[in-house]
């Protein structure tokens, strides 16, 4: 029998998360500024983006946790060109956002969030409405934002979200688009769980009208399409 990874959710509404977060002058951070930017939402144990990191020498990532010791423990793993900041995604990102220098912020992934599927713990949930209306309002065009879960609700709803909010085009993903497959991806996939992922790519907002209408309701269980 396949040991399952247990999930314990954390509530990111509860007032332990909701402190102030310094956010750091990324030129003391990372050795070269000119890099583009990975940022990879709720990192969980940071080894993932320890990973990708040494594989991607030319990028900047930063890790964003809910977590605090997860987060303290991948303090140990950061690097020139890595960085892990425990903050709730949800109150900092345009914050975050603001902060990047200009134009470098190239990928985002969001692999795998928390599964919060009672109707009354949507508000829960790292993929919110508010959460993609401040992302297409501040990410720069071209930015791709790759999602995943093995929960295909939560799949739905951001594929929803970044597909009705208009301004972000669709494509299918057969596998992890960055070559590393993350901790929970592992284990789906050891657990031969069924993965749904997208990949966004934020495009000019003369895609509202189309993109409702452009993206076809998925097959059972089966891989999302995009009829561009
Ligand atoms: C199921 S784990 C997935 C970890 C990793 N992305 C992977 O695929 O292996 C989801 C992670 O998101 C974090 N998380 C949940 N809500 C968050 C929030 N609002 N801000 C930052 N991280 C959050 C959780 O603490 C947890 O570590």
């Known amino acids: 029998m396949t040991a399952h990874r247990v999930r314990r959710l954390t509530n990111p509404l509860s007032a332990v998360y909701q402190k102030n977060v310094e956010i750091p002058n990324w030129e003391s951070i990372w050795n070269d500024l000119s890099r583009p930017i990975h940022l990879d939402i709720g990192c969980g144990k940071g080894g993932y983006l320890l990973e990708l990191s040494k594989q991607n020498p030319g990028w900047n990532f ?16 950061e690097a020139q060109n890595l960085y892990y900041l425990h903050c709730n995604i949800n109150l900092w990102i345009e914050a975050l956002l603001n902060s990047f220098p200009q ?23 790292i993929v919110t409405p508010q959460l993609v209306e401040i992302l297409t309002k501040y990410i720069p065009m071209e ?3 790759f999602v995943q879960s093995d929960v295909e609700a939560v799949f739905q709803s951001m594929f929803d979200l970044f597909g ?37 790519v934020r495009r000019g907002h003369d895609l509202i009208s189309t993109q409702k209408h452009a993206i076809k309701a998925p097959p059972l269980g089966g891989l999302y399409e995009s009829l561009f």
């Open 62 to 77: 930063l890790g964003t946790e809910l977590r605090k010791p997860w987060v303290e423990h991948a303090r140990s793993f």
């Open 103 to 125: 134009n470098q912020l190239k990928r985002i992934s969001i692999q795998f969030p928390d599964p919060w599927v009672k109707k009354r713990h949507l508000k829960r949930r």
């Open 143 to 145: 930015t791709e934002v």
């Open 164 to 200: 009705g909010q208009g301004g972000f085009q669709f494509s299918s993903v057969t596998g992890n688009p960055f070559g590393l497959e993350s901790e929970w991806e592992k284990d789906a996939l050891v657990g031969a769980r069924p993965i749904w992922r997208g990949l966004f």
